[in-house]
């Protein structure tokens, strides 16, 4: 396992490097849903606005 | 011949349920392919005859630089279609896949500072390859800046079309510049043709990683471009019928 983790004295290249793409990953995920549900609510907000008197 | 399909795939409802309806079965199998892909490459391939285990950072790095350039060349191929055929939903698609690739590229470029440093001794050399790559970034952020700066989204659409398909041409330049030029950077060890120079072992989670990625590309590109639809659809009446569910 310390072997795993030391990455044979390469830790401080490999960990940061996965770490990276990983939270890349992780926040496009969170942007493109947001940036999906900002437009979903502009386009009711629009709709609720047209329909009231 | 017959090209009501192409109106019936082009119309904006049409795609905006299949867009949905087809998210997950590309987002489930990208989690699992890249976590799997992850655990191959991290923990059961064996180490570089050279590079030890630094070679590693392979698994993320060539996954994202794959990415980067697949996204640019699907957002260049549909701001085309939208230019020609005045199609919305391709504009759609287009504008969608420019975030996506632009962080996905620096997701390429920082990877592969961390991979330079022990083995090149460097961060950055301004080597061909390294450069175009850091030139597809700036194409990404021009994109996305001049379509921030439109207000009409019809013209934004159009101006950052035509930007997209110039730069495509730094997409081969990226892809074969370590064959043209002398280069620091290694050669394509899988993108190539004749058998990939790399054992079964290493490649085996690199493919996976490569297909985990395209599916999660698509994935995002999908939730992103049912939002770019929207934003464009807004005076439609369909539009008012789905966000009122």
């Known amino acids: 396992?310390?072997?795993?983790?030391?990455?044979?004295?390469?830790?401080?290249?490999?960990?940061?490097?996965?770490?990276?793409?990983?939270?890349?990953?992780?926040?496009?995920?969170?942007?493109?849903?947001?940036?999906?549900?900002?437009?979903?609510?502009?386009?009711?907000?629009?709709?609720?606005?047209?329909?009231a008197p | 011949m017959d090209w009501t399909w192409f109106h019936r795939f082009g119309s904006p409802p049409h795609l905006y349920g299949l867009a949905g309806k087809l998210t997950p079965w590309f987002a489930w199998p990208a989690a699992l392919l890249?976590?799997?892909?992850?655990?191959?490459?991290?923990?059961?391939?064996?180490?570089?005859y050279q590079q030890g285990d630094g070679f590693r950072i392979i698994y993320v790095h060539a996954p994202s630089a794959w990415l980067s350039l697949m996204a640019y060349t699907w957002m260049a191929a549909a701001a085309a279609i939208g230019l020609v055929w005045r199609m919305k939903v391709a504009h759609a698609v287009a504008a969608s896949c420019?975030?996506?690739?632009?962080?996905?590229?620096v997701a390429a470029l920082c990877t592969g500072m961390l991979w330079g440093k022990p083995m090149w001794g460097t961060y950055w050399?301004?080597?061909?390859?390294?450069?175009?790559?850091?030139?597809?970034?700036?194409?990404?952020?021009?994109y996305i800046g001049?379509?921030?700066?439109?207000?009409?989204?019809?013209?934004a659409d159009r101006a950052s079309a035509v930007?997209?398909?110039?730069?495509?041409?730094?997409?081969?330049?990226?892809?074969?510049?370590?064959?043209?030029?002398?280069?620091?950077?290694?050669?394509?060890?899988?993108?190539?043709?004749?058998k990939p120079s790399i054992s079964w072992p290493m490649l085996t989670p690199l493919l996976i990683m490569f297909v985990g990625f395209t599916l999660l590309f698509v994935a995002?590109?999908?939730?992103?471009?049912?939002?770019?639809?929207l934003r464009r659809e807004r005076q439609s009446r369909w539009v008012s019928e789905v966000v009122a569910q």
């Open chain 1, 1 to 51: 396992m310390s072997g795993f983790l030391s990455m044979g004295g390469y830790a401080s290249s490999v960990w940061p490097a996965v770490a990276l793409t990983f939270g890349i990953i992780v926040w496009n995920v969170v942007a493109a849903r947001r940036s999906f549900a900002a437009a979903r609510a502009e386009a009711r907000r629009r709709v609720s606005m047209e329909q």
């Open chain 2, 34 to 48: 890249i976590l799997a892909g992850l655990y191959g490459g991290l923990a059961l391939a064996p180490p570089d």
């Open chain 2, 98 to 105: 420019a975030p996506i690739g632009a962080w996905f590229t």
């Open chain 2, 125 to 142: 050399v301004w080597d061909p390859r390294l450069t175009a790559e850091l030139v597809l970034l700036f194409l990404y952020l021009g």
């Open chain 2, 146 to 155: 001049l379509r921030s700066a439109i207000e009409d989204p019809q013209r």
């Open chain 2, 163 to 194: 930007l997209a398909i110039v730069g495509v041409v730094n997409v081969p330049i990226v892809r074969y510049s370590v064959e043209w030029w002398n280069s620091i950077h290694q050669a394509p060890s899988v993108m190539k043709f004749g």
């Open chain 2, 220 to 229: 995002l590109m999908l939730v992103r471009a049912r939002g770019e639809i």
